[in-house]
């Protein structure tokens, strides 16, 4: 079993992702940002489990260096780096009615901290000539984030790392969190499948891709989205 490095994966999408990856036995970090309630929530309720938490920000090149540098003294490696944090703007707007500050947001924040995150955890994959990094990405970071998944696949695989790139469709509120089980409940109607995706699809894709055999799927964009194309339906 390998070590995973998950930012935000104390609640949402990365805290289903947390939990699949220790319950395969797999030792987790995760960071958090700004809710200690949370932090402190999945620590209590996984105190017998190989989990270390690290309050980061994802926006700041420091925070980022000094977490990994944490995790990689705690656990002696980073095998998976599964970068889940990212601010979203949820307004729809058109490109023009941004301002400037939501635009550096939205790149900074989703784009250029994939960047510092790969910078310094990648080093550390290739001295066990192994590794996979993901990253969930949203609307206006998308493309930056598609050529920079491409491109560490491409320079990366002969060092035996795979990069791939998940966007989650419309999955909101409790759903994050939920099982498919419990999507399966109710109805919606927005969603061609005709259930909201959940937090334990994005985990259960995470974990096959991070399996040994799933190394001839890299620099891919995996869309979960029942059939929902997000960034396009309003066109």
């Known amino acids: 079993m390998g070590h ?3 930012t935000a994966g104390t609640k949402g999408l990365g805290k289903k992702v947390t939990e699949a990856m220790l319950a395969q036995g797999h030792s987790v970090t995760v960071t958090y940002f700004r809710d200690e309630e949370r932090a402190g929530q999945i620590k209590d309720l996984y105190t017998h489990y190989p989990l270390h938490i690290v309050q980061a920000d994802v926006c700041n090149k420091e925070s980022i260096e000094k977490a990994v540098r944490e995790a990689y003294e705690t656990f002696g490696t980073i095998d998976y780096l599964i970068h889940n944090a990212g601010p979203f703007i949820f307004d729809r707007k058109k490109l023009l009615d941004h301002t400037e500050e939501e635009w550096k947001e939205m790149v900074h924040g989703n784009l250029s901290s994939m960047f ?6 990648i ?6 000539a192994s590794g996979w990094v993901k990253r969930s990405a949203f609307a206006a970071a998308k493309v930056g984030l598609v050529s920079l998944t491409k491109t560490i696949a491409y320079e990366e695989a002969e060092n035996g790392i795979t990069a791939n790139m998940i966007s989650p469709g419309d ?3 409790t759903m994050k969190e939920a099982t498919i089980a419990q999507s399966r409940e109710s109805a919606d109607n927005n969603t061609p499948i005709g259930r909201s995706g959940t937090g334990e699809d994005i985990a259960r894709t995470v ?10 799927i890299t620099g891919t964009v995996i869309d979960i989205n029942g059939g929902l194309d997000v960034i396009h339906q309003n066109r």
């Open 116 to 121: 510092y995150l790969a910078k310094h955890v």
């Open 207 to 216: 974990l096959y891709l991070c399996e040994d055999n799933s190394d001839m």
């Open 4 to 6: 995973a490095f998950i």
């Open 171 to 173: 999955i909101n509120g």
């Open 123 to 128: 080093p550390m994959m290739r001295k066990h």
